[in-house]
C-alpha cells in the first residue's frame, strides 16, 4: 500500500466514475484501475461495487475512506513543512545577543531586517557570553551575538569593529581632553561584574597603572548600571561606541582613547547549522545598519 493508490481511492469515492478520476490523477484509466486492484488486493477487501452503469463505494470502503484521507491529509502537511524549511529566509532565527550590545544593537536592526527579509521572524534570547556558547552547542539557539573570539567546536564571522570611549562624570579632571589614554582610567574604573566579557576587556585596556585597581567592591550587572553610577561622579568607565547616545542621555561626558581600543563584534554558530543563507542575510543587515554609528 502506498500514497499513489491511497489517492486513486480518494479520487474514484469523491468522483464515483473511474475516467473523471483517472483525468483528475493525470493517468490513464487502465493505470488507475490496476493500482486500485492492487490496493484492495492487499487489503483484502472490495472497495467498490463496479458495472456499467455506476461505481458505488462499499461499506468498508467507507470506513477507509476517512483514514485514507486522513494519511493524504498528513503527507501533506509533512511535504508542506518541509517546503517550507526549503526557504532559509523564513521561519524563526533564535539569537542570542550579550547585555552590553543588545539594548543599544537590536533597535538599529531589527526594522531593517524585517523589511528585508518579512518572511524571517528573530527570537532574542539575552545572556552573558558563556551561557550563549553553552545554549548554542545545545541547539537551544540558532546564532549568538558576542564580543570574544569563539572556541573551535563552533564558527563565527565578524560582523564590526567596536571602538570603545572613555566614560567620565561631568568636570572630571581627565574631562578637558580631546583623547584620554586608557591607563589613565585605571584609578577610578567601574566595571561590570565577572562574566560579562565587557568586564575583562576594559582591565586588559586600561592595566598599566600597577597599584591601580577596578572598583571590585562595586561590580555592576549593566551597562546601564555603571552609566548611572558614572553621572553621578562615582567613577569612570569604557562605553561601547553604540552605546554613547544612551550615556550622553544621562550627562556622561565621553571621550576618545588614545589607544583606540574596541571589541569586535562577532556572530556564532554551529558548523552544521542547516540555514547558513539566514546568517548570511542576518549578517549583512547588521553590517548595514550600524555603519553610520561607528564613524
Known amino acids: ?53 455506476r461505481v458505488a463505494i462499499t461499506p468498508i470502503g467507507e470506513k477507509l475512506l476517512e483514514h485514507a484521507q486522513r494519511v493524504l491529509d498528513e503527507a501533506g502537511a509533512v511535504e508542506a513543512v518541509a517546503r517550507s524549511s526549503r526557504d532559509q529566509l523564513a521561519g524563526p532565527l533564535k539569537l542570542g545577543v550579550i547585555p552590553t550590545l543588545a539594548p543599544y544593537l537590536m533597535p538599529l536592526i531589527l526594522r531593517p531586517l524585517r523589511e528585508a527579509y518579512p518572511k524571517l521572524t528573530i527570537e532574542l534570547w539575552e545572556d552573558i557570553t558563556s551561557s550563549l556558547l553553552e545554549r548554542l552547542r545545545g541547539q537551544q539557539l540558532d546564532a549568538a551575538l558576542i564580543a570574544t573570539e569563539v572556541p573551535g567546536d563552533l564558527t563565527s564571522v565578524a560582523l564590526f569593529d567596536e571602538p570603545f570611549l572613555a566614560a ?63 553621572a553621578v561622579g562615582y567613577g569612570t568607565t569604557l562605553a561601547p561606541k553604540l552605546a554613547a547616545g544612551s550615556m550622553e542621555s544621562r550627562g556622561v561626558v565621553l571621550r576618545a582613547l588614545a589607544g583606540r581600543a574596541s571589541r569586535t563584534i562577532r556572530l556564532a554558530s554551529r558548523g552544521s547549522f542547516p540555514r547558513p543563507k539566514a546568517l548570511q542575510g542576518v549578517a549583512r543587515v547588521i553590517r548595514e545598519s550600524v555603519a553610520g554609528d561607528l564613524v
Open 1 to 53: 500500500m502506498n500514497l499513489t493508490e491511497l489517492a486513486y481511492f480518494v479520487a474514484v469515492a469523491e468522483h464515483r466514475h473511474f475516467g473523471r478520476a483517472a483525468e483528475a490523477c493525470h493517468v490513464s484509466q487502465p493505470t488507475l484501475s490496476g493500482q486500485l486492484r492492487k490496493l484492495e488486493l492487499e487489503l483484502g477487501v472490495t472497495l467498490f461495487e463496479r458495472n456499467n452503469r
Open 168 to 230: 567620565l562624570p561631568p568636570g572630571h579632571r581627565l574631562a578637558s581632553r580631546k583623547a584620554i589614554h586608557e591607563a589613565d582610567l585605571a584609578e577610578d574604573l567601574l566595571v561590570l561584574a565577572d562574566g560579562h566579557c565587557l568586564a575583562g576587556q576594559a582591565r586588559a585596556a586600561c592595566a598599566g597603572r600597577g597599584e591601580h585597581q577596578a572598583r571590585r567592591a562595586l561590580q555592576a550587572a549593566s551597562l546601564e548600571t555603571l552609566a548611572n553610577l558614572v
